[in-house]
């Protein structure tokens, strides 16, 4: 009974969870209230592990030591709350696998920037030579790792729902990116209760560990004072302003960690743009805290060639350019986005709304967009927020029409821009399903 590890939910973490509890001799119960997908299946047979889909069955839940939540559930979930009710601890798979490793873990937060972090800091290690995995809220299960592969370092990007679920979980290197409002509606619509959530990356940090944070970010500053870290702390900015972290001194970005000065210039930076520069500087911090060598930090800052689906500049047709920026789930990522345009913009942007505020990108939107595609199954609020300020504004319900009544509404020069500032669940499977129907369709044109 008390070796018994209930996983709720059984995608990529939870499966990954419940293989590794497996491995470790638990007897493991999968529950999800979806479908699970074949892939997941296949693996749970060939491990023996029982499952249940479509429904969550209380008796053969609420006899767990321990569940292990999936960071998709809602804690308002009949299930979850009648697993808190029993006095059951409930955990994220992240926490259930920092317990059997002794790997190096540098975990990056933020509400922007973190996929694009987390897979430049991972280029790093993986051309310095070193044995490193890529995990979190990228890549492969962390858990799934940890139960089949031998890494000595992992690269963890953590949303603000896997750091809900840790407590004992400890990072070597914590980056902390920034914080903007966002997935309030997970939240009660209180900024702080998101805010709590993202500063636990700096939990149980040692004396030995680094706490990396914008220095330029005012959330995190006037938090700072909260957070009881023994760890060493290294700030970046993007102002001339010398500090132990990384700084800009005329044209070059400086990356200063105990007194070792590490150098470069903006223009060689591969990724383009103000939140890139943060982005690579505390990718450089990460690199230089890991001593890795400075010819090889340099190579990775200036080769990276980003991420799908986050400002990827996609094709051109008829001399109009199509940029794929539909990782942009929330209202700040959509301003840097906009903000780093040099040409008229058609914005295609909607979907579920996180509780966002739109006026936060009027000024940049008066600037910068000369026509609005509004996608989504309800667009009242990009309307109350953009009519009579965007000159023109079209509505679509399925990509296809967004692509070609954006097409329509350019000429050569212009770009279309894909940065929805929401989820995408309203008409799609996720971003990912989102970011391609959009490239397919641009295609076609």
């Known amino acids: 009974m008390d070796r018994r590890i209930v996983v709720l939910g059984a995608g990529e973490s939870g499966t990954g969870a ?7 001799g638990f007897d493991v119960f999968v529950s999800d209230f979806g479908k699970i997908k074949d892939v997941y299946k296949e693996i749970l047979y060939n491990y023996e592990i029982d499952w249940e889909e479509g429904k969550h069955t209380e008796r053969h839940i609420l006899n767990a030591q321990e569940v292990i939540k999936s960071p998709g559930i809602s804690e308002k979930s009949d299930i979850v709350i009648a697993v808190r009710k029993k006095g059951i601890h409930v955990i994220s798979e992240i926490e259930f696998a920092g317990r059997y490793t002794q790997a190096k873990k540098i975990c990056i937060t933020g509400s922007n920037g973190k996929t694009t ?12 030579g070193l044995n490193a995995g890529l995990a979190g809220n990228v890549g492969k299960s962390f858990a799934m790792q940890v139960a089949t592969e031998n890494y000595e370092y992992y690269v963890i990007e953590l949303s603000s729902f896997q750091l809900d679920g840790m407590y004992e979980f400890k990072a070597d290197i914590a980056i902390l990116l920034n914080i903007t409002s966002d997935h309030l509606d997970r939240y009660d619509y209180n900024l702080q209760n998101y805010i709590d959530s993202k500063l636990r990356i700096s939990r149980n940090l040692s004396e030995d560990d680094f706490f990396v944070y914008c220095s330029d970010d005012e959330i995190t500053i006037r938090e700072l004072e909260r957070i009881v870290t ?15 972290g990384a700084y800009i001194e005329g044209d070059s970005m400086k990356i200063e960690v105990d007194d070792d000065v590490f150098e470069m210039s903006l223009a060689e930076l ?6 890139n520069t943060y982005n690579s500087m505390a990718a450089g911090i990460a690199g230089s805290v890991l001593k890795i060598r400075k010819p090889i930090i340099r190579e990775s800052l200036m080769d990276f060639a980003g991420v799908e689906h986050r400002l990827e500049r996609f094709i051109k047709v008829h001399g109009i350019e199509f940029i794929n920026d539909s990782k942009a789930t929330n209202v700040n990522s959509t301003w840097y986005a906009l903000e780093s345009m040099a040409t008229p913009v058609i914005w295609i942007a909607g979907g579920t709304d996180k509780g966002n505020d739109y006026s936060e990108l009027t000024d940049l939107v008066k600037q910068k967009v000369k026509a609005l595609v509004c996608l989504g199954v309800d667009n009242s609020k990009l309307h109350k927020a953009f009519d009579g300020i965007i000159p023109e504004i079209a509505d679509a319900d399925s990509m296809k029409d967004a692509v070609q009544a954006a097409y329509k509404l350019g000429k050569t020069g212009d770009v279309v821009l894909l940065s929805p500032c929401c989820a995408s669940f309203d008409l799609f499977e996720n971003y990912e399903d989102r970011g391609r129907q959009f490239k397919k369709y641009v295609r076609e044109l």
């Open 18 to 24: 419940a293989v590794l509890a497996k491995k470790q």
């Open 230 to 244: 023994k760890a060493k702390q290294l700030g970046f900015t993007i102002k001339e302003n010398k500090q132990q």
């Open 117 to 128: 972090t987390t897979t430049l800091i991972h280029h790093m290690l993986r051309k310095a």
């Open 270 to 275: 591969a990724l383009k743009g103000k939140h």
